[in-house]
T-cell receptor, first 111, second 115 residues
Framework: GQQVMQIPQYQHVQEGEDFTTYCNSSTTLSNIQWYKQRPGGHPVFLIQLVKSGEVKKQKRLTFQFGEAKKNSSLHITATQTTDVGTYFCAGPLDSNYQLIWGAGTKLIIKP | NAGVTQTPKFQVLKTGQSMTLQCAQDMNHEYMSWYRQDPGMGLRLIHYSVGAGITDQGEVPNGYNVSRSTTEDFPLRLLSAAPSQTSVYFC??????????????FGPGTRLTVT
C-alpha cells in the first residue's frame, strides 16, 4: 500500500545549528502537508506544497517539494528553543479522504 | 471559535470496560477523523467521516466504533478496552478533501490508559 517514510527519527542539534527532515512517498502526491507537534501538544498545520519543485519559506523554515512530487524536505536554519518538537509530513491517499503520515522527526536541542 | 474540542483529556480504563471519547468542532467542517498516536509512530487513522451520516474505516478500526449524527460531533466509542488501546487519541477536522490541499485542525487529544 501507499507509504510515506520520514527520516531521521530523531535529530539532536545545538541551538543555532541547522535541522533537516526528509519525507519520501511510495507514490506521486497531489500535495504534501507539514505539521509541527510541540511536546505534549497536538499537531498544528505549517504549510502545504502543491507544485513540482516548489520551494516555500516561513522565516527560518524552508520547505521543498521534489520534481517528481514523491519527496519533500523541511530545513530549519539556526534552530531556536522554540523549534523543539516533532515535525510530520503527510500526503493524501488516492481516496482523497485520508492523509497518510510520516512517522515524524523529533528535533531535540542539546543543553 | 473554540475550534476542535475533545473530552476527556485523560482517562484510565480497566480491560473490558467501554467508553466514548467526545469530539466537537464549531467550524462547520464536513470532514472529521480520529487518529491514535503511539510513541515513535506517526498518526494512524482509526475512522473518518465526510459528512453527517457518512463514516468509513481507516487503517486501524478494530475495537472502535463511530457515528456522525450532526456536522459538529464525531464521538469515538471503545467497545471493550484492551491494553493495546493505550494511546493518545486525536480528533481532527477539515473543510474539504486533502487532495485539494485542505489542512486538518486537531483537538488537544485524549490520553487513554488501559490497565
Amino acid at each position: 500500500g501507499q507509504q510515506v517514510m520520514q527520516i531521521p527519527q530523531y535529530q539532536h542539534v545545538q541551538e543555532g545549528e541547522d535541522f533537516t527532515t526528509y519525507c519520501n512517498s511510495s507514490t506521486t502526491l497531489s500535495n504534501i502537508q507539514w505539521y509541527k507537534q510541540r511536546p505534549g501538544g497536538h499537531p498544528v498545520f505549517l504549510i502545504q506544497l502543491v507544485k513540482s519543485g516548489e520551494v516555500k519559506k516561513q522565516k527560518r523554515l524552508t520547505f521543498q517539494f521534489g520534481e517528481a512530487k514523491k519527496n519533500s524536505s523541511l530545513h530549519i536554519t539556526a534552530t531556536q528553543t522554540t523549534d523543539v518538537g516533532t515535525y510530520f509530513c503527510a500526503g493524501p491517499l488516492d481516496s482523497n479522504y485520508q492523509l497518510i503520515w510520516g512517522a515524524g522527526t523529533k528535533l531535540i536541542i542539546k543543553p | 471559535n473554540a475550534g476542535v474540542t475533545q473530552t476527556p483529556k485523560f482517562q484510565v480504563l480497566k480491560t473490558g470496560q467501554s467508553m466514548t471519547l467526545q469530539c466537537a468542532q464549531d467550524m462547520n467542517h464536513e470532514y472529521m477523523s480520529w487518529y491514535r498516536q503511539d510513541p515513535g509512530m506517526g498518526l494512524r487513522l482509526i475512522h473518518y467521516s465526510v459528512g453527517a451520516g457518512i463514516t468509513d474505516q481507516g487503517e486501524v478500526p478494530n475495537g472502535y466504533n463511530v457515528s456522525r449524527s450532526t456536522t459538529e460531533d464525531f464521538p469515538l466509542r471503545l467497545l471493550s478496552a484492551a491494553p493495546s488501546q493505550t494511546s493518545v487519541y486525536f480528533c481532527a477536522s477539515s473543510y474539504g478533501p486533502f487532495s485539494l490541499g485542505y489542512e486538518q485542525y486537531f483537538g488537544p487529544g485524549t490520553r487513554l490508559t488501559v490497565t
